[in-house]
């Protein structure tokens, strides 16, 4: 998606973050990306955070191991997909937004389900907006009216209750903010969490032993399983300097401004990296140290740099709690 976004930024908020960062480039003193980047990191994701220690966010994935389980564990890809869409938009809503049931429907939970994981174009947002040959939103009813719908309820959520405009957030009013952080979430907090938890339930070898109780063994897990499986696949760089990168043996030169799209997920592969890289290892010395997933190289909890994802910690803390639920359903 990142990639391609740039051939179709006008069917896109203008300060996406990606577009921002483009321009951080080319204007070196424009500092909207970096205010904003760090307003997401200081002030909008600690909050999300701490919402996902309340008692209802361990009961949406009680709720999903229950709704696996019905058509029997290991679930298929298919099944997990399905439950995992359900689950993921119930508890981004939420944690992001503060949106529990109360504060959205079910019926709009559908909805917005549909809006950001429907194969179909003429009802997926991100499909619409960067399909070359798309068809026009106006041509669909319900991706105004539901990305609408959305953007009412992000823009009035108790997480945005006292978002005021100011130098810390670049001055941008409530509902631009509300329209970046939207885009975002259905990119990133909605499809990339949801391939994780899928690869989760469905990628890590059933008979590999786990001990649920240790928390950094089930971090190693989940954050393996999200080596293998990359969930995002993208990362974009302007080259801000002449530079020459060999490519299969031949040395080429990008100059200036060149936008290069690197592959996490053929990198997550690379055997010089990863021996064996598609045996499940979640022992392997560098798995920190060199993993692509989250940041520019290497994991971290704490560091807010260029190409740092903010959702991080909350992405890994929903995959423990999917694996650790779903080893003990089926260890019971």
């Not at 896109?12 to 997401?40: A, C, G, I, R």
């Not at 564990?73 to 997990?80: E, Q, R």
């Not at 405009?165 to 631009?176: D, T």
């Not at 997933?293 to 994802?309: D, I, L, P, Q, S």
Request: charged residues 25%; aromatic residues 8%.
């Amino acid at each position: 998606f990142l990639g391609r976004a740039r051939m179709v930024a006008s069917r896109l908020p203008e300060k996406m973050l990606l577009f921002l960062s483009d321009t951080e480039v080319t204007k070196p003193k424009d500092e909207t990306h970096q205010k904003l980047h760090n307003f997401l990191w200081d002030s909008f994701i600690p909050p999300a955070m701490e919402r996902t220690a309340q008692p209802v966010f361990q009961a949406y994935i009680d709720e999903l191991i229950k709704d696996l389980q019905k058509n029997g564990l290991p679930p298929s890809k298919n099944d997990a997909r399905n439950a995992v869409e359900v689950f993921i938009t119930k508890y981004m809503m939420n944690a992001l937004f503060g949106l529990g049931l109360g504060l959205v429907t079910e019926a709009q939970l559908k909805d917005i389900r549909t809006l950001f994981f429907s194969a179909n174009p003429m009802r997926n947002y991100v499909t619409a907006a960067v399909k070359p040959l798309r068809l026009s939103s106006c041509c669909s009813p319900f991706i105004t009216r539901t990305y609408e719908m959305t953007l009412d309820l992000v823009e009035n959520s108790p997480a945005l209750a006292d978002y005021e405009p100011s130098e810390a957030n670049a001055f941008v009013s409530k509902r631009e903010f509300s329209d970046i952080i939207m885009t975002v979430a259905g990119i990133a907090a909605f499809g990339g969490t949801a391939n994780q938890c899928v690869n989760i339930l469905t990628e890590i070898p059933d008979e590999y032993p786990i001990d649920v109780d240790n928390k950094v063994e089930v971090f190693k897990a989940a954050l393996e399983a999200t080596r293998r499986r990359s969930p995002v696949n993208n990362v974009n760089v302007i080259m801000q300097e002449a530079t020459e990168i060999d490519i299969n043996g031949r040395k080429v030169e990008f100059p200036v401004g060149t936008v290069v799209a690197a592959c996490i997920c053929l990198a997550s592969l690379d055997e010089k990296v990863y021996p064996n890289p598609d045996t499940f290892n979640p022992k392997r010395e560098n798995l920190v140290s060199a993993n692509l997933n989250f940041n520019m190289v290497g994991f971290n909890t704490t560091e807010n740099g260029r190409r740092n994802c903010p959702g991080r910690n909350i992405a890994m803390k929903v995959a423990c709690d999917v694996l650790v639920a779903y080893r003990n359903a089926t260890s019971a």
